[in-house]
Every structure is written in structure tokens, then in C-alpha cells.
């Protein structure tokens, strides 16, 4: 059974860092897609990062380039999303969803692509 936890969300200051895992269980993340989406209250879920399963190829929506990195530990089957110097707009309930879908365009799937998800972890910027 495939299951995927998010991790590392809480409450920063804006300016701060924090960094988010989704860890899977039931899979290799190796040579999954995963995704990175948010959803702030009232608006819909937006995503933010991925990193494919082609050759690891990173794309990141433009308001958090330069700001938020996407790796994977496959020693730990993880995935990470470090986020930097957050404003208080970075603030949402994070997403991770991966799929084993090959995807080759050079821009991130939408959340349609993934087949599997996790629950969530809260990210608050505030000071």
C-alpha cells in the first residue's frame, strides 16, 4: 500500500527557512514524479514544485524560484522541499504527490498526474 507523509511544516517568521520531507512507504521514490502543491484558505490548491522521473529535472512555480529547492534522498526515500526567506503569502497546508507516469515537459504536471497523496503539513509565515 502506497503512503506518503509530509513533515517539517510549523510556524516561521518571515525571512525564515523551513524544510518540508514527504517520506513514501509501499514504493521507490526513485523513479517517481513528485510534486510539491499548496493550498492557502480559500484559494485552490496550487503546485509548487517537482521533480521528475525522467532524469530528475526541477521546475518550480515563478513565485518561489530562487527561494525553494527540490531534492530527493534516496537513501532515506524522501523527498525535500527547503524553503527560504518565506513571506507571509508562502503561508498554506503543503501537499507532496508522486506517480511512476513518465512525464518529459519542462514545466511541472498538474495535480490531475499524481496518484497518490499525502495529508498535508501546515506552513505559517508570521511574525
Known amino acids: 500500500q502506497v503512503q506518503l507523509v509530509e513533515s517539517g511544516g510549523g510556524l516561521v517568521q518571515p525571512g525564515g527557512s523551513l524544510r518540508l520531507s514527504c517520506a513514501a512507504s509501499g514504493f521507490t521514490l526513485d523513479y517517481a514524479a513528485v510534486g510539491w502543491f499548496r493550498q492557502a484558505p480559500g484559494k485552490e490548491r496550487e503546485g509548487v514544485s517537482c521533480?521528475?522521473?525522467?532524469?530528475?529535472?526541477?521546475h518550480y512555480v515563478d513565485s518561489v524560484k530562487g527561494r525553494f529547492t527540490i531534492s530527493r534522498d534516496n537513501a532515506k526515500n524522501t523527498v525535500a522541499l527547503q524553503m527560504n526567506s518565506l513571506k507571509a503569502e508562502d503561508t498554506a497546508v503543503y501537499y507532496c504527490a508522486t506517480t511512476l507516469k513518465r512525464w518529459y515537459a519542462p514545466i511541472c504536471p498538474g495535480s490531475g498526474w499524481y496518484d497518490n497523496w499525502g495529508q498535508g503539513t501546515q506552513v505559517t509565515v508570521s511574525s
Open positions: 521533480i521528475t522521473n525522467s532524469i530528475g529535472n526541477t
